[in-house]
């Protein structure tokens, strides 16, 4: 069955450094996409970066970089230089491989709480 | 360019009354949309999808139902609601050209009191 989980359920980290968050994933398709977001407390989901099985360079998206360890089945979210903004809720989660409907249904993990301190 | 619409922001229901939420999605054709339900603390999970018009997939067991009356608009309904059903609703839309990443509309809170 497909996983994503994240183990980490809050984080702080320092203005200006920077914060690794971890997720890993179980899946048997060959073809899938990672994906984080984040989720202030507003509520939206904002996509930030996305991570194809098949791309072998890690994403970057300015301040966010995915680190994709395959073999590991591993997809860090990496922030640098935080800011007092990147405080919210960040999400995994993780695109099955094509399926007959077309459906490309996402699979989240938990979640991990990111508070940014002055 | 695309937009989500989704409303209401806030909805407090009764238990045993009706429930509609819309969602539209404009400036794209033939999106594949779905919505997702998210307790407190908690991550999403997938109630329902939809490929086209009319064609909708349930994920999960439920008081819950969802119609694709038009291209562009997912609507989530229920003839009468539960305590159980009180949550964090997101409707999504993903471009059938795209990294197939979704975009999220803002949500919706439901308290079913």
């Known amino acids: 069955a497909q996983k994503i989980t994240q183990t980490q359920p809050g984080m702080f980290v320092q203005e200006k450094e920077a914060v690794t968050l971890d997720c890993t994933y179980d899946?048997?398709?060959?073809?899938?996409?990672l994906f984080w977001y984040k989720q202030p407390s507003s509520g939206e989901m904002i996509f930030l970066i996305y991570?194809?099985?098949?791309?072998?360079q890690n994403a970057t998206e300015g301040r966010y970089s995915l680190n994709f360890q395959k073999a590991r089945k591993s997809a860090n979210l990496v922030i640098s230089a935080s800011q007092l903004g990147d405080s919210a809720m960040y999400f995994c989660a993780m695109r099955e491989g094509l399926r007959v409907d077309s459906s490309y249904k996402l699979i989240f993990g938990s979640g991990t709480r990111l508070l940014v301190r002055p | 360019s695309q937009t989500i619409h989704q409303w209401p922001a806030t909805l407090v229901q009764p238990v045993g009354s009706p429930l509609s939420l819309e969602c539209t999605v404009e400036?794209?054709?033939?999106?594949?949309l779905y919505w997702y339900r998210q307790a407190a603390g908690r991550g999403l999970q997938l109630l329902f999808y939809s490929v086209g018009i009319g064609q909708i997939s349930s994920e999960v067991p439920q008081n819950l139902s969802a119609s694709r009356p038009q291209d562009r608009q997912f609507i989530l309904s229920s003839k009468k609601l539960l305590l159980s059903d009180s949550g964090f609703y997101l409707c999504?839309?993903?471009?059938?050209?795209?990294?197939?990443?979704?975009?999220f509309g803002a949500g919706t809170r439901l308290s079913v009191l």
């Open positions: 999504a839309w993903r471009p059938q050209l795209a990294k197939n990443i979704q975009y």
């Open positions: 991570q194809g099985s098949y791309d072998e």
């Open positions: 899946t048997s398709d060959q073809s899938y996409g």
């Open positions: 400036g794209t054709s033939n999106p594949n």
